[in-house]
């Protein structure tokens, strides 16, 4: 049986929409936290079942019969640690063969303020015993193309990351990797760096998206704190604005680049192309 928590969120859909294509519905189960909001899943044969982070005996009881477990990461920053240890010592208790976590890619190096997080859950993933997949995810391109709108809009598109370039990938690519592993009968590595197969600066981004607009979109650069002011401006919570505005900060000085293309070859297919990613947002 295979658990993919966070299952209604909008990678854990991803993943289980992977996994239908490999495996029996009747081995897979939804891990949420409002079943109500699964309803879809069950009507495709997935069991559905109530599981909560920051509730224990739900994790106990959603984990009964598992074999494998997709901790996805929580989005509860500040929190997530302690939460993904339940997540951990839940898969524990049930003995899974495989425990994969949704971490950050280059974790143990990252300068990403957001990296400590997840160091500390691959730490305790570890600590655990249980055999293991560190999913180092790098950035998701839909990170920048959700906001292309307000870009055409207002003739520019501002950040932070100056010449850093970003090796993305559609959420979709990385979700399928999750699969992949999660599916897989032979054994699989401890550590997976994935990332786009391409990288681009978000002048470029800014570039393309004018080509395929019509409309001059130049880029602006801004410091690190004008960038989070500008987002909190637009309505972002401070906390996210500022994890946001650091994370492309550090992006200038290369901590979201990666040549590997270790993604494209777990999946056997070219990671999501900048002008098609565009292409799906505009």
């Not at 559905?48 to 994790?59: E, F, G, K, T």
């Not at 559609?170 to 699969?179: F, N, P, T």
């Not at 909190?232 to 900060?249: F, M, Q, R």
């Amino acid at each position: 049986m295979i658990i993919v928590t966070a299952a209604s969120g909008q990678l854990g859909r991803l993943v289980i929409a992977e996994l239908l294509k490999r495996v029996p519905a009747e081995n897979i189960v939804a891990a949420v936290r409002d079943p109500a909001k699964a309803v879809d899943l069950a009507d495709q044969g997935v069991l559905v079942r109530h599981a909560d982070y920051n509730d224990p005996a739900s994790l106990d009881a959603a984990f009964e019969g598992a074999t494998k477990v997709l901790l996805i990461s929580s989005n509860d920053l500040g929190n997530r640690v302690s939460q993904h240890r339940s997540v951990i010592d839940a898969a524990a208790r049930a003995k899974v063969g495989l425990l994969a976590y949704t971490s950050v890619l280059h974790a143990d190096r990252s300068t990403l303020g957001l990296a400590g997080e997840h160091r500390a859950t691959e730490d305790a993933v570890r600590a655990s015993g249980l055999p293991y997949s560190l999913l180092r995810n790098g950035w998701y391109v839909e990170n920048y193309t959700v906001s292309l709108g307000g870009a055409i809009a207002h003739g520019a598109l501002a950040g932070g990351a100056g010449e850093g370039r970003i090796s993305a990938a559609a959420r979709a690519d990385y979700a399928e990797a999750a699969a992949v592993v999660l599916a897989s009968s032979e054994a699989v590595e401890q550590v997976y760096e994935l990332a786009g197969d391409t990288a681009f600066t978000l002048a470029e981004l800014a570039a393309e998206v004018a080509r395929q607009s019509g409309k001059e979109i130049p880029f602006h650069n801004l410091a690190q704190k004008d960038y989070a002011e500008l987002l909190t401006n637009v309505g972002l919570p401070a906390p996210l604005a500022d994890l946001i505005a650091d994370s492309d900060a550090q992006a200038a000085k290369g901590a979201l680049f990666d040549d590997s293309r270790t993604l494209g070859k777990l999946i056997r297919r070219p990671t999501i192309s900048l002008a098609d990613a565009v292409k799906a947002a505009l």
